[in-house]
Each structure stands twice: as C-alpha cells, then as structure tokens.
C-alpha cells in the first residue's frame, strides 16, 4: 500500500512548486508516483460549482460557510475510490490541498480556530461519514501571508483564464487561515504533519527519509 502525501498552504505558499520538486526526486529513487490536486475543476460538478460560487456566479452560496464545506467535501468524496486504487499501485500518491484545506479556510471564515467545532464538523463529515483515505503526512508551506499573495497575483497575470476567487482576494481571510493552519499542525490533526518554511529550505532527503522508514 502506497503513502498518501499531503501538501497544504495557503494560495501562493508554494504546493505546485514542492510537489514537482518531490515527484522528482521520489522517482530518481525508483518510487512510483501520482498526483491529484482539490478542488478537481474541470474533473468534478461539486468543484465546478464552488469555482462558480467564488467567482460571484451563485449569488449568495458563498455566505453559507457550511454550504461551501459540504461542496468540497463531496468533490473529495467523489475522488475517494480512484486515490485508493493510485495507492494500491503506487509507493506515493501527492495530494495538493485535502481535508485539512477545508478546515482551515472554513474556520477561518468564522473566525474559529483549530480547535473550535467547525474544524470538528469537517473531520466528522469527510474522515467518519465519507470515509476518506488519512493522510500519512502532511506537509504545511508556511509562508508570509503578503508573500503568498503577491505569487497568487503573478500567477494571476501569467495564466490567461485565472482572477483571482473571492478567498484569495481576502488577505485578512488568508491571514487567519494561516493562524488556523499552524493550529492544525500543531496538534497533528487528522494524523502527522511537518511544517516547511517555504520551499527554498526543503530538506527533501530529510522528508523521504521520514516519509520511507514509517
């Protein structure tokens, strides 16, 4: 049975980058190797509508921090059978964003924090009820908030079709993301979690060490 590998972070910390920077040294060790990101746009109606939502196209849905939840949730639930056959045939199978995301983003949204009902709320709905695969690591990009969203901007500029959803426009929303996030980790919710302070200071030997002697 393969490792389920999560990379979690807000918009711009980073995930793309780290994931590319794995999958190819876990290949230069002979591993085989997959990867997902959430929301599955293009891939799946729940996460089509939340890009909808985001964008102001569902009036007032995206009031309904519960609504939006349940939204990503069933995205994720819709990918279940498919990430257990990837790690049924694979050694590592990396994930960008997971349950974690939904929690951060949606207590955030409250103004709750890791240890509050709502981030209590989604681990019953996607880990207990969905069933969902746990994660055998999860990997939290920790950067500044202004940083991570100065890189969300450029990307913005660079991909034709990308604006910018109504999440990452909110810095104070990213920043209290963040807050939640370091929470998550720290109480090794939803099982462990190793927090990198940016990718340019990766200990990538040091990650597949751990990653491979579990």
Same mark, same amino acid.
């Given at each position: 049975?393969?490792?389920?590998?999560?990379?979690?972070?807000?918009?711009?910390?980073?995930?793309?980058?780290?994931?590319?920077? @794995?999958?190819?040294?876990?290949?230069?060790?002979?591993?085989?190797?997959?990867?997902?990101?959430?929301?599955?746009? =293009?891939?799946?109606?729940?996460?089509?509508?939340?890009?909808?939502?985001?964008? =102001?196209?569902? =009036?007032?849905?995206?009031?309904?921090?519960?609504?939006?939840?349940?939204?990503?949730?069933?995205?994720?639930?819709?990918?279940?059978?498919?990430?257990?056959?990837?790690?049924?045939?694979?050694?590592?199978?990396?994930?960008?964003?997971?349950?974690?995301?939904?929690?951060?983003? =949606?207590?955030?949204?409250?103004?709750?924090?890791?240890?509050?009902?709502?981030?209590?709320?989604?681990?019953?709905?996607?880990?207990?009820?969905?069933?969902?695969?746990?994660?055998?690591?999860? @990997? @939290?990009?920790?950067?500044?908030?202004?940083?991570?969203?100065?890189?969300?901007?450029?990307?913005?500029?660079?991909?034709?079709?990308?604006?910018?959803?109504?999440?990452?426009?909110?810095?104070?929303?990213?920043?209290?993301?963040?807050?939640?996030?370091?929470?998550?980790?720290?109480?090794?919710?939803?099982?462990?979690?190793?927090?990198?302070?940016?990718?340019?200071?990766?200990?990538?030997?040091?990650?597949?060490?751990?990653?491979?002697?579990?």
């Amino acid at each position: 049975m393969g490792k389920l590998v999560v990379i979690e972070g807000l918009d711009g910390s980073g995930k793309r980058t780290l994931a590319g920077v @794995l999958t190819r040294q876990l290949v230069e060790r002979g591993a085989r190797v997959t990867s997902r990101a959430f929301p599955r746009y =293009g891939e799946s109606v729940h996460a089509d509508l939340v890009r909808e939502a985001l964008h =102001g196209r569902l =009036g007032d849905l995206t009031d309904s921090v519960y609504a939006m939840a349940v939204l990503y949730a069933l995205d994720r639930q819709g990918a279940a059978t498919a990430i257990r056959a990837d790690l049924a045939t694979h050694d590592v199978v990396l994930l960008d964003r997971y349950v974690a995301s939904n929690a951060a983003y =949606g207590a955030a949204r409250l103004h709750e924090d890791a240890g509050g009902r709502f981030v209590e709320w989604v681990r019953a709905l996607e880990a207990d009820r969905f069933g969902l695969p746990s994660p055998d690591l999860q @990997l @939290l990009l920790r950067v500044p908030t202004a940083v991570a969203a100065d890189r969300a901007a450029r990307r913005e500029q660079t991909e034709a079709d990308r604006a910018r959803d109504l999440y990452e426009a909110d810095r104070d929303l990213q920043q209290r993301c963040a807050e939640v996030y370091d929470g998550l980790a720290t109480s090794g919710w939803l099982g462990p979690w190793e927090v990198l302070d940016d990718t340019s200071d990766v200990k990538i030997s040091a990650l597949l060490d751990r990653l491979f002697c579990r």
